[in-house]
């Protein structure tokens, strides 16, 4: 398995301003993605942050405004931009490692 | 059509018994299929993978996956309140790295 780490854990932020959430995982792995939680809802895949290379985003999800950065094999960063009420949700890294992917403890962001 | 599909619940058993949870998926080049658990507040931990069809277990956990009829599913045996959670199906899209998640069947273990 492999250990994750997000911070923030929790953060409460104004309208019109951007998060960065940082992910770091104690081991070298290739593929990183990013989920959101929104209250009482599954899992929903953001994009996959490949180490090299732009960034791979899902139907709804735009770079501009979820930069993503992959400087190397073991951190990844996403920033929530512009940010409204409706982005308050759980942010959660991933790694995947071997063929399960394990999860970090999650980002729990408020926007007032 | 939801590329994997969970009834919701939530599904409540009593102590003691075995508890039962489907999940459906739409891709049938689908590899590779998971169960987590999430606690509320809490993010999911996995709790079993499961690649070939038939039976897979692990302690009082057991995965069936059957391909054919693009089904895969979790029971519980000896439910516990502790096992009280969120039960997220999860598959990998085409065969490949990319994890598509179910809505989750919330479960209530009743003492």
């Known amino acids: 398995s492999a250990v994750i780490s997000q911070k923030p854990s929790r953060d409460i932020c104004q309208r019109g301003t951007s998060l960065t959430i940082q992910c770091q995982v104690d081991s070298q792995v290739t593929m990183m993605f990013w989920y959101r939680q929104q209250p009482g809802q599954s899992l929903t895949l953001i994009a996959t942050a490949n180490q090299g290379s732009e960034a791979t985003y899902e139907s709804g999800f735009v770079i501009d405004k979820f930069p993503i950065s992959r400087p190397n094999l073991t951190f990844s960063t996403l920033t929530v931009s512009n940010l409204s009420p409706e982005d308050s949700s759980i942010y959660l890294c991933s790694a995947h490692l071997g063929n399960t992917i394990y999860f970090g403890e999650g980002s729990w962001l408020t926007v007032v | 059509q939801k590329e994997v599909e969970q009834n919701s619940g939530p599904l409540s058993v009593p102590e003691g018994a075995i508890a039962s949870l489907n999940c459906t998926y739409s891709?049938?080049?689908?590899?590779?299929f998971f169960w987590y658990r999430q606690y509320s507040g809490k993010s999911p931990e996995l709790i079993m993978f499961i690649y070939s069809n038939g039976d897979k277990e692990d302690g009082r956990f057991t995965a069936q996956l059957n391909k054919a009829s693009q089904y895969v599913s979790l029971l519980i045996r000896d439910s516990q309140p502790s096992d009280s959670a969120t039960y997220l199906c999860a598959v990998n899209r085409g065969g490949g790295f990319k994890t598509i998640f179910g809505a989750g069947t919330r479960l209530f273990v009743k003492a």
């Open positions: 891709d049938r080049g689908s590899q590779s």
